[in-house]
């Protein structure tokens, strides 16, 4: 086919599109705050969300998620006074935050499920993780290792409800380059702020108190704030559900939905590969975040020769201080997609900031390894999160695809933490050689980003990731043909088999992840 009849076939398939799915290209406002009223209904409700309700769903979202990133930060920045109190050792420490990773492994894939099919679970959740945050909160009052144990599995319960029906949520009103990412930088963004500022105050309220525990009171008092602004999302979702009949993708003409009218577990097993090539990035790069996140207050201590109230705030800036790059980031990607170069400079930046903290251990070194860690970081989960949806061919099960992506790093942190305790307690509490494990994760980042950005030239399926806004929204036609050829023939049955020895694996790396928590459990870490 000539360029010229591919780009007459491409203006027909928009047309085609654009008659599909009629809604999708009507405006949502008229730019004076009145809403433009639908051409078509369904049920007596509008089949076009005003911006104005989208923009209040984010806002809402975001309070929720605030609350949640702070109670995040707070118990990597009290790893050393943690060890202290409750006299525990690093493989214990260990075992303490594996729990929670331990349960999320057990049952994310059925929340996620679970999610796109009945949509968001987000107010039992946040219910479920106060208690949870209480009975911590607890246990550090009465100094009790195991009782702080069972408080994190408490709250890890209610974790897993709220990780996926969030990022559900914007999927459901938000297409891949027509909003998604910049409304996922958005609330990154503002969570960063919220990890910072709970990092950050953890062992300054631990001093001023006298008490660390008043550090977890304090992480309750923001989770009944969370409670609040759910239980207003609540009743607001349930508004939009009366007036509103939903969105559609504009690209592809796909209906945007956030529950299902059954569950769809033969699409949550057909997942394509492009999807697996994403979270294996992720393997990588985000178990090489979280596992360096929680340890970098105490290497901050021991590197730079400071107190715990200090290196708390060195650390806090390493991770979060990137927060105005990633809404912007998110922006980027909108707009310009390369969603595989993205994940290059990420990866590069991740590997040098752990190269540096590995063979750099001046406190010069260990300095540019936090700033560049900043940089880095601010990198992934927004284009990780927005690669994950973007290669997906159905928005329904999105909730089960992003409960994939926990699955894997959950199962990676526990493996990690549990070796990295034991390696830090054989060599007399240093991170000298626990760091060179970060750098073998940080290089297997670079090593896959750099065949996903080869392969990006040649294959659709994967470069598509590459896209722009006005590429996206001239081949949509294109996305629907190869996900018709993924379903059918010879292709088809190929592309399942790849999924189905991914799911597998995935399935081997829970198992592995499993054993070697109880190992930590039965060799006497939890005594």
Excluded at 21 to 42: K, L, N, T, W, Y
Excluded at 386 to 392: F, N
Excluded at 472 to 485: A, D, F, P, S, V
Aim: with cysteine.
């Amino acid at each position: 086919m000539s360029s010229a009849d591919q780009e007459r076939a491409d203006r027909d398939g928009a047309r085609e599109r654009k008659d599909a799915v009629g809604v999708a290209a009507v405006p949502a406002d008229d730019g004076s705050g009145a809403s433009v009223r639908s051409a078509r209904s369904e049920g007596g409700r509008s089949m076009v969300v005003p911006l104005r309700m989208k923009i209040v769903s984010i806002l809402m979202v975001t309070a929720i998620g605030f609350g949640s990133h702070w109670s995040s930060g707070v118990t990597g920045a009290m790893k050393s006074t943690l060890k202290k109190q409750l006299h525990i050792n690093n493989a214990q420490y260990s075992v303490l935050e594996a729990s929670e990773d331990f349960m999320v492994t057990a049952l994310i894939l059925v929340s996620g499920a679970v999610t796109d099919r009945i949509g968001g679970a987000m107010l039992w959740g946040n219910a479920i993780f106060s208690v949870g945050a209480i009975l911590i909160a607890a246990a550090t009052t009465v100094r009790s290792y195991k009782f702080m144990i069972f408080g994190i599995i408490v709250q890890s319960l209610g974790d897993i409800a709220t990780q996926v029906a969030q990022y559900k949520v914007f999927s459901s009103w938000f297409a891949p380059s027509n909003g998604f990412a910049s409304t996922l930088g958005f609330e990154l963004g503002i969570g960063k702020i919220g990890s910072f500022v709970g990092k950050a105050t953890a062992n300054v309220i631990a001093k001023k108190t006298g008490d660390f525990s008043w550090v977890y009171w304090t992480a309750v008092f923001m989770n009944l704030f969370t409670n609040v602004a759910t239980l207003a999302f609540w009743f607001f979702t349930r508004w939009c559900d009366r007036h509103y009949s939903g969105t559609a993708d504009p690209a592809t003409g796909e209906k945007l939905t956030e529950k299902n009218k059954r569950f769809e577990f033969g699409k949550m097993l057909r997942l394509p590969w492009p999807f697996w090539c994403v979270i294996l990035f992720s393997l990588f790069q985000t178990s090489t975040a979280i596992v360096f996140s929680q340890n970098a207050t105490e290497l901050a201590e021991q590197r730079f020769n400071i107190d715990a109230v200090t290196a708390g705030w060195y650390s806090a800036m390493s991770q979060y201080l990137g927060f105005f790059l990633v809404p912007l980031i998110g922006i980027f990607v909108d707009l310009l997609g390369n969603r595989l170069t993205l994940m290059l400079v990420c990866g590069l930046g991740m590997l040098l900031s752990m190269c540096l903290a590995a063979w750099g251990s001046t406190v010069g070194g260990t300095a540019a390894s936090f700033g560049i860690y900043a940089f880095a970081l601010a990198f992934g989960p927004t284009v990780i999160i927005d690669g994950i949806r973007t290669s997906m061919w159905y928005q329904e099960v999105f909730g089960s695809g992003y409960a994939v992506k926990i699955a894997v790093n959950n199962s990676m942190n526990i493996i990690v933490r549990i070796v990295t305790g034991v390696i830090q307690d054989r060599d007399n509490n240093s991170y000298d050689n626990v760091v060179v494990v970060y750098v073998i994760l940080a290089a297997g980042s670079v090593v896959v980003s750099v065949v996903l950005f080869a392969l990006g030239f040649f294959s659709v399926d994967l470069g598509r990731l590459q896209w722009t806004k006005k590429q996206r929204l001239r081949k949509g036609n294109l996305i629907n043909e190869r996900r018709e050829k993924f379903e059918s023939g010879e292709e088809g049955a190929r592309n399942r088999r790849v999924s189905m020895g991914f799911f597998v694996f995935l399935l081997f790396l829970m198992a592995g992840a499993w054993a070697a928590y109880f190992w930590g459990v039965a060799t006497g870490n939890n005594d």
